[in-house]
């Protein structure tokens, strides 16, 4: 699997549009980037996937660059519930199923 | 409501007393798996299984054993727990799809500490 490199971490005023970068340079044709976070200490939480088209859902946007090396998750309008550590993940499905392996996020402390 | 339950949420032992964390889904999921998290390791996969009776070792299987008898339920057991398995373990499910569709959901975790 493709390795990524974010931020160790970030900063947002309460109310402003969150960008979290993400470079994964290797990735390969079949693999689709994915973004979790994590609460404090709670279970990661599944927040949206992509493979080459920009996605939007009810949480966030992802945009992915043409050459497919970047993307940036954008949560539209950051609440201090936004503060956690985020992840990005490049994987293809083995049988099926992600292959998730998790680097160390970005921090992101949301301020008011 | 859609979830991912594990029990007990807390441990506290002794070396060498076997243990069995519980994982239940009620997704009706195919593919479960469980993690472990430590500090500065992040999360790492320790088995997964793919169905019923189909299970395989994920990157840090050593000292831990799994069964999936039923489809809901996906125990970890660790027969003779030592202090290195001291951490946060999360079990996680989802289901077997195409086009990237298979998000995991995560249980709410178990601390354990081993003495």
């Known amino acids: 699997d493709a390795k990524t490199t974010q931020p160790t971490s970030m900063d947002c005023a309460e109310g402003r549009a969150a960008n979290l970068p993400c470079n994964h340079s290797?990735?390969?044709?079949?693999?689709?980037v994915y973004w979790y976070r994590q609460i404090h200490s709670q279970g990661p939480q599944y927040i949206i996937h992509g493979l080459k088209n920009n996605e939007t859902n009810e949480m966030a946007s992802l945009i992915i660059t043409e050459d497919r090396k970047s993307s940036t998750l954008i949560l539209p309008h950051a609440t201090l519930r936004d503060t956690a550590v985020y992840y990005c993940?490049?994987?293809?499905?083995?049988?099926?199923?992600?292959?998730?392996?998790f680097g160390q996020g970005t921090r992101l402390t949301i301020n008011p | 409501e859609a979830q991912v339950t594990q029990n007990p949420r807390y441990l506290i032992t002794v070396t060498g007393k076997k243990l069995t964390v519980t994982c239940s889904q009620n997704?009706?999921?195919?593919?479960m798996s469980w993690y472990r998290q430590d500090p500065g390791l992040g999360l790492r996969q320790i088995y997964y299984s793919m169905n019923v009776e189909v299970t395989d070792k994920g990157d840090v299987p050593e000292g831990y054993k799994v069964s999936r008898k039923e489809k809901r339920n996906f125990p970890l057991i660790l027969e003779s727990p030592s202090p290195n398995q001291t951490s946060l373990y999360f079990c996680?499910?989802?289901?077997?799809?195409?086009?990237?569709?298979?998000?995991?959901?995560f249980g709410p975790g178990t601390r354990l500490t081993v003495t």
């Open positions: 290797t990735i390969s044709g079949n693999e689709y």
């Open positions: 996680a499910s989802s289901i077997l799809g195409g086009r990237g569709r298979s998000e995991q959901y």
């Open positions: 993940i490049v994987s293809g499905l083995i049988q099926g199923a992600q292959k998730l392996v």
């Open positions: 997704m009706n999921h195919e593919y």
